[in-house]
């Protein structure tokens, strides 16, 4: 199932406000992902409710993931996800007025079975007052080694459409605008995605994956509702603010190695390393370790730790010295330097629906995840009456992320 767009951050690159497209591939992730060389996944539909909490920031939303098999060949997957944002996160505080909206996705998938192969396909569109996004992707997989190899290629395509709202001057009213931001000409973006996995089993107990990643785009890539500041003495609060300006290309690579291993006790252990590194600088690590425990008969109870660390893009600062200081200028914090942490833990209800022998497996999922940023070179700005501008103190993220999901398998 899917996350809100800044719970998968937690639990992809960074917690800072992923684009619209990198929150696109945790649906692409939650729909592909089952789909193994050689197997079909299985007939199941999952409903669930999603709260985010952190940073002045509250998102919440449904969503509903479908899948079926058609003979013995296909399987199709059709997915519904909701976000309910309200938002006064410190960018927004800084730079723009506080705002609700409603951010709606839907997808459809489908897996082919063909020997010791699998095909997958889909396509994923999402849409808010002031983005739209649409993504195809393609993958096949491949049982090899008397099935205890799995290789999976696979390839996604992302057009995106960038728009800004405003307040009318005149009527007060909210507009959006469809283009802006000028110097660049554009106010689109293009994503292309390619990637490698590798799934081997070591022993009965073992298994160890890989994954590769490398992602293209193209357009406009930056934020337009946050702004630089740069220092300016006398005037105002110190500092005045101007557009962010970001090239118009990025080219990101990341390699993931994974693994699992299942303890006499019918545990799994599951550890993972994540590299991250990206042609604007930056260069980010992730470790993660994650615990699941059957107890008794019907509960799956499980534990992670994650620590993400990672390093600030060549064009950002907090503070610049003068307007016009270089070519490319970022205050994103998607792109600060910061460590964070997090630690979750979730419980899983396996059972029966009572008269309905055909639905004998089903499960209630509780998971809670907590969320803590430290960033190294991103300020709380707001507080510059205090501290004078370039003096305040680092800011530091606080979020609670809750899932409640219900599935069955039919």
Known sequence: MQLTREARGAHTRCAAGLSPFTRT????????????GGVLPEDRADVLWHVYKGGDITIQGPSVLVRKKVGDNLSLSANYYEDMI???????KLSAS?????????????????????????FITSKEPDYKANTSYFAVSQ???????????????GWDRVFKDRKDPVSGRIVTDSVFNNNLG?????????????????????????????????GYLANPYREIRYLSPGLGPGFTLADQVYPNTRTSYAATAQLKYYLPYRAALTGQYRYFHDTWGILA???????????????????????????????????????????????DRELAAFRSYTVGAGAAWQFAMPGVPSLGKNSINVRVDHLLVDYSDFRN???????GAGNEPLYKLNANIFQVFVSIWF
């Not at 591939?25 to 193994?36: D, Q, R, S, V, W």
């Not at 049982?143 to 395509?157: A, C, P």
């Not at 600030?312 to 270089?326: G, I, K, M, T, V």
């Open 86 to 92: 309200s938002s006064a996160s410190i960018d927004v």
């Open 285 to 331: 690590h992730t470790v993660e370790l994650d615990y699941t425990q059957p107890v008794l008969r019907h509960w799956i109870l499980d534990g992670s730790l994650r620590y993400y660390r990672q390093g600030a893009a060549d064009f950002y600062s907090d503070l610049f010295p003068r307007a016009n200081y270089q070519n490319f200028m970022a205050r």
């Open 186 to 218: 554009h106010n689109s973006a293009d994503h292309r995605g390619y990637s490698l996995s590798l799934s081997q089993i070591l022993t009965r107990n073992a298994i160890l994956g890989f994954n590769y990643e490398l992602l293209t785009d193209q």
């Open 143 to 157: 049982d090899m080694f008397g099935d205890l190899t799995t290789v999976t290629l696979g390839y996604r395509r």
């Open 25 to 36: 591939l945790g649906t692409l992730c939650a729909i592909a992902a089952p789909a193994l």
């Open 381 to 387: 700005a707001l507080l510059v009456g205090t501290y």
């Open 98 to 122: 506080p705002y609700h909206e409603t951010r709606r996705q839907g997808s459809l998938g489908a897996d082919y079975l063909h020997g010791k192969s699998t095909y997958s396909a889909g």
